[in-house]
């Protein structure tokens, strides 16, 4: 059974670096790709970045929404079956729950809120 667990959210200043983790079980990370999504009060939820598998060799392996590229970095640790969110220059429109994602499953999501 696929397990997703996100942590890292909280309350943040603007600007500053806030990193995101999920811990994933139950099925052989190192060969899927990992998603982040969030969602917003009242808003859809939105794609903010994915990174390929480790058998993905064909150049840069990230993608990221437009929203948050340049600023926000998604990386992996396939020995601890961990991806991260490392979320620079934080801004309050950054405020919203982080859901980690592989296809059909979903962690119960982290949130992140940004306010001075």
């Known amino acids: 059974q696929v397990h997703l667990v996100e942590s890292g959210g909280g309350w943040a200043q603007p600007g500053g670096s806030l990193t995101l983790s999920c811990v994933a079980s139950?099925?052989?990370?190192?060969?899927?790709?990992m998603n982040w999504f969030r969602q917003a009060t009242g808003k859809e939820r939105e794609f903010v970045a994915s990174i390929a598998s480790s058998e993905y060799t064909f150049g840069d392996n990230t993608r990221y929404g437009d929203s948050v590229k340049g600023r926000f970095t998604i990386s992996r640790d396939n020995a601890k079956n961990t991806v991260f969110l490392q979320m620079n220059s934080r801004k309050p429109e950054n405020t919203a729950k982080y859901y980690c994602?592989?296809?059909?499953?979903w962690g119960q999501g982290t949130q992140v809120t940004v306010s001075s």
């Open positions: 139950g099925f052989n990370f190192s060969r899927y790709s």
């Open positions: 994602n592989r296809k059909v499953s």
